[in-house]
């Protein structure tokens, strides 16, 4: 811009510290992806110069991944969504400190969960509240689905896309993913 232009110094910092922000907090977006779904985030150093330096590969431990098999898939005729996400979250519960609170599906499977009639009954039952109104403002991408009122577990569907490495779009979370957690909203940095 030039010398004389319309915009001033304070207003072309502030947009500057805006679009880091929104940097920083995509980020720590794709690392806490990383992390649920391989157990492990990539670091890469940048050098002075601007160019790569070595890559970090932060791991946190093996994570525990279920693949449904045939007959268990929630697109399989007689399945329940709803039966299949309480027995992850009991089995979850008798090794772990934090109760399962929240669900997070990727649209195919929030589809998978929405054309289950009997599954959307329930939830739409069992999730009628009387005379509260509870709206909950969500970021982008993010869609509320119901609660599993006999657990007490939101469920969430995510869709939202980042570039990779290569400039090629993905889905945030890989297709037919359910992402299992304790929703403290809690975030550590260090």
């Known amino acids: 811009e030039t010398i004389n232009g319309q915009t001033s110094t304070a207003k072309r910092m502030a947009s500057i510290a805006d ?29 002075e110069d601007g160019s790569n330096g070595e890559l970090w590969n932060i791991s946190y431990g093996a994570i525990d991944k279920i693949v449904l098999g045939v007959g268990k898939k929630w697109t399989d005729t007689g399945v329940s969504v709803i039966e299949s996400i309480d027995e992850v979250v009991r089995a979850r519960e008798l090794i772990s400190s934090k109760p399962v609170k929240v669900v997070t599906l990727d649209p195919i499977a929030a589809q998978a969960l929405r054309n289950n009639e009997a599954d959307m009954k329930k939830l739409n039952i069992e999730n009628v509240k009387l005379g509260l109104i509870n709206p909950k403002k969500l970021g982008k991408g993010h869609r509320y689905i119901g609660q599993i009122t006999m657990s007490g577990i939101d469920i969430y569907e ?16 890989p297709a037919g993913t359910a992402i299992f957690g304790p929703g403290d909203d809690e975030f550590i940095t260090g």
């Open 19 to 47: 679009e880091h922000d929104r940097q920083l907090i995509r980020r720590e977006m794709l690392m806490c992806r990383d992390l649920l779904i391989n157990g492990a985030i990539q670091v890469q150093e940048v050098n």
């Open 158 to 173: 995510l869709q939202d896309t980042y570039k990779d490495e290569d400039g090629v779009l993905q889905n945030l979370l």
